[in-house]
């Protein structure tokens, strides 16, 4: 399943007709239903992300919510908080590479689903330990900040 959409898309879509792939790739579109996509993402074995340029993706958390593993691309902003064979599958920056990583991740059934599982407890992140994480890093850039704040402290 590709799902979303983007600039690139009809171009992906063109390439997949090419290589003769049409009835083993399907294109959902955008799916801003967070129950569809759970579906989507709990019936995958593995989410491919290869993109270099996107930031710690939300998605790759998404994925790991749902017991699924990413492979990604090694030292992208995405890849952040990935250990090989860990939590994750991480390959370098070749179609060559991704395709080895793939191969190797989807032959051995019982690792991919370890892996999975150390996603969901290791790259998920729940929205209350976001907060708690980003609260705690904003105390500590305020009280480390070596200039007058330019506000008033609250008295009540």
Same mark, same amino acid.
Do not use: M
């Given at each position: 399943?590709?799902?979303?959409?983007?600039?690139?898309?009809?171009?992906?879509?063109?390439?997949?007709?090419?290589?003769?792939?049409?009835?083993?790739?399907?294109?959902?579109?955008?799916?801003?239903?967070?129950?569809?996509?759970?579906?989507?993402?709990?019936?995958?074995?593995?989410?491919?992300?290869?993109?270099?340029?996107?930031?710690?993706?939300?998605? /790759?958390?998404? !994925? #790991?919510?749902? +017991?699924?593993?990413? @492979?990604?691309?090694? =030292?992208?902003? %995405?890849?952040?908080? $990935?250990?090989?064979?860990?939590?994750?599958?991480?390959?370098?920056?070749?179609?060559?590479?991704?395709?080895? /990583?793939?191969? !190797? #991740?989807?032959? +051995?059934?019982?690792? @991919?689903?370890?892996? =999975?599982?150390? %996603?969901?407890?290791? $790259?998920?992140?729940?929205?209350?330990?976001?907060?708690?994480?980003?609260?705690?890093?904003?105390?500590?850039? /305020?009280?480390?900040?070596?200039?007058?704040?330019?506000?008033?402290?609250?008295?009540?």
């Amino acid at each position: 399943y590709f799902v979303g959409d983007g600039y690139d898309l009809p171009e992906i879509e063109k390439y997949t007709r090419q290589l003769g792939l049409s009835g083993c790739v399907y294109f959902t579109g955008k799916i801003i239903d967070r129950e569809k996509l759970k579906t989507y993402f709990g019936r995958s074995d593995l989410f491919l992300f290869p993109s270099t340029y996107d930031t710690s993706g939300l998605v /790759v958390k998404e !994925a #790991a919510a749902c +017991d699924t593993p990413s @492979l990604l691309v090694r =030292g992208s902003c %995405a890849a952040e908080g $990935v250990t090989d064979g860990q939590n994750g599958f991480l390959c370098e920056e070749t179609p060559e590479d991704f395709a080895r /990583v793939l191969l !190797a #991740a989807v032959a +051995d059934r019982k690792k @991919l689903g370890e892996v =999975g599982i150390g %996603a969901s407890r290791e $790259v998920y992140l729940s929205w209350e330990d976001a907060i708690d994480r980003a609260y705690r890093r904003y105390v500590e850039v /305020v009280e480390a900040w070596p200039y007058p704040l330019p506000y008033r402290k609250r008295t009540d």
